[in-house]
């Protein structure tokens, strides 16, 4: 049986909790970790930890030890839109040669320095670029994309909000 | 000069364009590439390509070749409290010996699959809790957490929403 017809039957199969830990390093430098997570029922510890290096250029204090964080969340910004297209299109029995895809966005820093208060201190926009290798009309390609993009986690997340809820551990 | 002065004389030079390249490898694979950046006036393509792997686990129909997208997504929040927490602290002249600090979010698939419209696609709730080993109260602590939270890229994009404009590229 498929896991959608399990999460039909049994809806909190569908309850998934992904986890990172981070420990700082020093200055801007900082290491995170994935492994485990819940999910379909389960706690999975079955991965190898996976380690991310943080840090920022020398224009901003840091040493280019790891990409920043804000670049972090084009990384799966990037995944998640193109596994979706994927998946929507190996669906509809759409046969996909090649995808690729850059991201940029804008971050204004008087924001985060606290130099302005109209500044946004976040992404203040997002621009992606698909390309697409397909027996599809520009049309269909285009479609593909809006079609993706309803059902994308991390873009729904970054386009809709989300309650971040930080605290010290006890 | 500090960053900070130029800024506050060439509010230009605050602005920042981060990047990232993805290629989908097959299935719930793809791969992206962080490098260069524009930003102080300047493209910077200084810094070796950064490449990071993107899969699901098994039960997403995934084989594990790395973290998932919103998985990268806690990475980079990971980082940007967390060097937010230490700038902030630098500033104010406490000598900080560890943070350390985990990520949990909660996503229910039925969002994502589309089997039902009132569950959001996104993470529904990121709950972030922070160790802390500085020679401060527990009131401190948690003063050093809100006084960080306010200017934080990242926290900011999930927390206000960000304009995300996906097309094909030319």
Redesign the interface.
């Known amino acids: 049986m498929s896991?959608?017809d399990l999460?039909?039957q049994q809806?909190d199969l569908?309850?998934?909790?992904?986890?990172?830990?981070?420990?700082?390093v020093e200055?801007?430098h900082?290491r995170?970790t994935?492994k485990d997570?819940y999910?379909?029922g389960k706690e999975?510890d079955t991965?190898?930890a996976?380690v991310?290096e943080?840090d920022?250029?020398p224009?901003?204090?840091g040493a280019?030890r790891?990409?920043?964080?804000?670049?972090?969340?084009?990384?799966?910004?990037?995944?998640?839109?193109?596994?979706s297209m994927?998946?929507h299109a190996a669906a509809k029995g759409i046969e996909?040669k090649?995808?690729?895809?850059?991201?940029?966005?804008?971050?204004?820093?008087?924001?985060?320095?606290?130099?302005?208060e109209s500044?946004?201190?976040?992404?203040?926009?997002?621009?992606?670029?698909?390309?697409?290798e397909a027996d599809l009309s520009?049309r269909e390609?285009?479609e593909l994309?809006e079609m993706g993009?309803?059902?994308?986690?991390?873009?729904?997340?970054?386009?809709?909000?989300?309650?971040?809820?930080?605290?010290?551990?006890k």
């Open positions: 896991i959608i999460i039909k809806p569908a309850r998934f909790k992904f986890r990172a830990r981070n420990i700082w200055g801007t900082n995170a994935v997570f999910g379909a999975d991965r190898d996976l991310f943080l920022e250029p224009v901003l204090l280019n790891g990409a920043n964080p804000v670049e972090y969340l084009l990384v799966g910004l990037s995944g998640c839109i193109t596994t994927v998946a996909i090649s995808i690729s895809s850059r991201f940029e966005g804008d971050i204004d820093l008087r924001g985060f320095l606290g130099l302005s500044v946004p201190v976040g992404y203040q926009e997002i621009r992606v670029f698909f390309k697409i520009e390609k285009q994309i993009k309803k059902y994308l986690p991390v873009y729904n997340t970054l386009t809709k909000s989300v309650p971040v809820n930080v605290q010290l551990d």
